[in-house]
């Protein structure tokens, strides 16, 4: 691997020739192309190679959450990386013959910003979804105008759902209409706070299993 300082053409990214070049740590960098092989992982890399799908299947469909309120901007590490790294250390489990997301461990955010306040998850009416929470305004840097940002999951169908601007933290409450496929489903939720700039973020929230309800 070699760094190199912009010249006449340019820092670039991708495949040119036999060299690819990228950025990593802040720093422009070539590296020459990985030589094909024929070999077998051993049984670790392959359950390693296993663990990293089985985060990267669940993160993607919600990247537009965790890259926005993950952990802190980093010249080293995207939002997404550390998300990954987060989730791939402590929310998966090998249960054979799969590696496993460990829902309760989850994050979709991680931040200093204050949090929920005794939040309660229901499905009171057909296809909707109910937060509930207690207003913490002014406690530490919440503010009336954070916004209630929501993921919901169900893991069956592998359908997802996420709201970035629910409802403001002053509100206290807020029912969601689903789409109407969720309808009947049991789907696992995730909820948190983030400023109304999106600047900062608390850390999520876990609010376990609803079944939405049917008409």
């Known amino acids: 691997m070699g760094v190199y300082n912009k010249g006449i053409l340019g820092p670039f990214s991708g495949k040119v020739g036999t060299v690819v070049g990228a950025s990593w740590r802040g720093k422009d960098i070539l590296r020459s192309l990985p030589k094909k092989t024929n070999r ?60 496993e997301i460990l829902y309760n461990k989850v994050l979709i955010s991680k931040g200093d910003l204050v949090g929920i306040q005794n939040p309660t998850v229901g499905s009171p009416s057909a296809g909707a979804v109910e937060f509930t929470w207690e207003d913490n305004s002014g406690q530490g840097s919440a503010k009336e105008t954070d916004q209630l940002v929501v993921v919901l999951y169900a893991p069956a169908e592998g359908l997802y759902y996420s709201m970035l601007n629910a409802a403001a933290r002053n509100a206290g409450a807020v029912t969601l209409a689903l789409p109407d496929y969720f309808v009947g489903l049991q789907v696992q939720s995730w909820i948190t706070f983030a400023s109304a700039t999106g600047k900062s973020y608390a850390t999520s929230v876990y609010m376990g299993a609803v079944t939405i309800s049917q008409p």
Do not use: C, W
């Not at 993607?60 to 901007?73: A, C």
């Open 40 to 99: 077998k992982p051993t049984d670790t890399q392959q359950l390693q190679r296993d663990r990293f799908t089985a985060v990267s299947e669940f993160l993607t469909p919600i990247s537009n959450v965790v890259s926005l309120y993950f952990g802190s901007r980093s010249r080293e590490q995207t939002r997404r990386n550390q998300a990954m790294s987060y989730h791939m250390k402590e929310a998966v489990e090998y249960v054979d013959p799969n590696f």
